[in-house]
């Protein structure tokens, strides 16, 4: 079988699944039950690239007789086996308290401990090289009927340092992965707090200085109940200028030489626009001569997606830019705060959606955006206040996700090289520093 790493470092040697394995077999055709009579059934769904997702188990009706080796061991690999999209994601079972067995479409891998370490042969099998090896190698079938061959599995042969240096190797990338699950928890609790701040920040029941306002300190309004005293419902229009983009001639960044000093404007669509509070710049640009044929908007204009299926998508303009008929954008005025309108229209957004989805395409058109209504403070500097409070959070949240990408090119970078050999490790100082973690 074809070579994964052709020239292998000095001690380390190619070893087949067949060699070291305890038991490579595909799960059971279970019979499915409601609820849980005490055995877990783990499929495709379960077995994500980061983790086991437990919340996509079934169940499997007790009586029927499984065979001892079916049942999923602490450190047994598993791999999707089936399916376009589907087959080949790899991860390791870690639940020794939990009684479980894998459906037909998954395959189990249980390693000889003695001659290979789990969690070697499982980063090895998500790296890119892996799964290009098993793609490559192991698939058979056509489109959407591809599958996993046990029989080339088998065969599988994988490039392995010696023991000790194998766990050292897995040691890093685990507590790569440890900090990347630390973090992205991290992330989670932040959303969750900035979701509480944003509904009793937007509702007026949390001032700005961090107090709860009583219950004299609002006003009835019949669409929008308790509104705070000092607030009221405004339209967009209030807000300031709202423009319809336009499709302009547009030219892609390639095509400018370094020497052209002709001012140019990005160009933006929907697919611009993520979920970060500022729009990626496109490479389409506009040049002066198209502005005859669309608007230049300002350096933090709101801009929102008002017909499509990617209706109210929403985003603020880092650097001045054109848009197309798509993009309605507001530029405030100097009573009101830009930002604060951004957090209160994406707080509104499913309602804003709702609205425009009578039609069979949906749509708000400029008219009806310039008359949509949302809450305010009267008071710009309490709009502010309230707009830095969700800033802070939104800050916090970019940073954050920031580092996880860094963490995840860090481990797909020493998968690369620490599971080929490029790149060797001191088992003995990498042991002494993964214990004083």
Known sequence: MKKIVKNLPSGWVEKSLKENTLFLRRG???????????????????????????????????????????????????????????????????????????????????????????????????????????????????????????????????????????????????KVDKAIEVVEKSIKAAEHFKKSLTQNLLTGKLKPDGTWRNEDEFYLDEKFGNIPKGWEVARVKDFGIVYTGKTPPTVES??????????????????????????????????????????????????????????????IAKVEICTNQQINSLIPNRNNSGEFFYYMMSYRVLHFKEIAAVNATPQINKSNFNKYQILRPLDKSEQKKIANWLSVWDDEIFIKNNKVQSLKTLKKSLMQNLLTGKVRVDVEKVNKLLEEV
């Open 28 to 174: 059971k055709s279970p019979e499915y039950c409601d609820n849980n009579q005490g055995l877990v059934v783990v499929n495709q769904e379960c077995i994500r690239w980061d983790s086991i997702n437990m919340s996509n188990v079934k169940f499997h009706v007790v009586p029927n007789k499984i065979e001892e080796d079916f049942f999923l061991r602490c450190g047994d690999i598993l791999i999707n086996s089936t399916g376009t999209g589907t087959i080949g994601r790899v991860n390791e079972w870690l639940y020794p308290n939990v009684s479980a067995i894998a459906d037909s479409h998954v395959t189990v891998f249980r390693v000889n401990k003695e001659t290979i370490d789990a969690k070697y042969a499982r980063y090895f099998l998500t790296s890119e090289l892996g799964q290009r090896y098993l793609e490559s190698l192991c698939y058979t079938g056509s489109t959407n009927q591809i599958e996993l061959s046990k029989r080339y599995l088998l065969k599988l042969r994988l490039p392995c340092a010696p023991l000790p240096e194998q766990k050292a190797i897995s040691g890093i990338l685990s």
């Open 254 to 315: 390639h095509v400018f030489s370094e020497s052209l000093s002709e001012n140019r404007y990005p160009f933006v669509t929907p697919a611009d626009f993520f979920r970060e509070k500022y729009i990626d710049v496109s490479e389409r640009y506009v040049t002066e001569k198209g502005l005859s044929y669309s608007y230049r908007l300002p350096v933090n204009s709101i801009c929102i997606v008002c017909i499509g299926s990617t209706i109210g998508k929403i985003g």
